[in-house]
């Protein structure tokens, strides 16, 4: 449903899908062909009852993949997808019969980030890192919404990856400058959801943020159990964090 929702509605290629999904193409192809096959008589209506969340969470995951697609483009294309990503959760979350704190934390997750936009390029189009971007350049006002829609996601009656995403998101987004990050509090975030997902990129970042975290033999010791088995799409992020643990090691040494 998510890639089939990619390629039909936004014309993705086959290469970001996979990317976004932590597959090859290959593999994409064929679950694209069994897609239409499978939904080729389903209805379009928006379901009720028990078939309701799980559609959701497809239409949730597919909202995120298009979001991230427009973060890695360039400054024209990534304003393109990131808002249209951002409008179509907030409608999802505004929705009577979709209605759902899931959905407001993701309206949240995509708000919080979508807000940095502003001051993610520089005046040439290149990308800014998070520790060298002008926080005053943020949008104020998404941040805002964000956390409003991160408010209205706490009655949730228990916590989805959307809200500790998000709530990693806030920490970020509500941290007076790099260096006043609570590493500690994001590790503690990544800790709850690699119990809800296992795979590759939650424990990934899990490892980032234990070495921001000052733990940074604990994240080499991670990260070199993961590199194995880690994606391809995610092989050169699990490289260069091995190779920051290892320098904040050295550091430790002196």
Request: positive net charge; charged residues 20%; glycine residues 6%.
């Amino acid at each position: 449903q998510v890639a089939l929702a990619l390629r039909a509605l936004r014309g993705f290629d086959l290469s970001v899908i996979a990317d976004g999904l932590l597959t090859n193409e290959a593999a994409l192809a064929q679950r694209l062909a069994r897609a239409r096959t499978v939904l080729r008589d389903v209805s379009l209506a928006v379901p009720a009852g028990h078939e309701l969340a799980p559609r959701r969470n497809a239409v949730l995951h597919a909202l995120l993949l298009m979001f991230n697609a427009g973060w890695q483009a360039d400054a024209e294309r990534a304003r393109e997808l990131c808002w249209d990503a951002i409008r179509l959760a907030r409608a999802l979350a505004a929705h009577p019969a979709a209605a759902h704190p899931d959905a407001d934390a993701l309206a949240a997750l995509l708000l919080l980030h979508g807000a940095r936009l502003t001051g993610r390029h520089d005046d040439a189009g290149d990308i800014v890192p998070l520790p060298g971007q002008p926080r005053d350049r943020w949008d104020q006002g998404m941040l805002r919404l964000g956390i409003t829609h991160l408010a209205r996601a706490r009655k949730a009656a228990a916590l989805s990856r959307w809200h500790l995403q998000a709530g990693i998101a806030a920490e970020h987004a509500m941290a007076a400058d790099y260096a006043s990050t609570n590493w500690p509090r994001i590790v503690g975030y990544y800790e709850a959801l690699v119990r809800i997902d296992t795979g590759a990129a939650p424990r990934l970042s899990r490892a980032i943020a234990l070495a921001e975290a000052g733990e940074p033999a604990q994240a080499r010791q991670m990260l070199q159990a993961l590199l194995p088995s880690v994606p391809d799409a995610l092989r050169a992020h699990a490289h260069a964090a091995l190779s920051h643990a290892h320098a904040r090691l050295e550091e430790h040494h002196q």
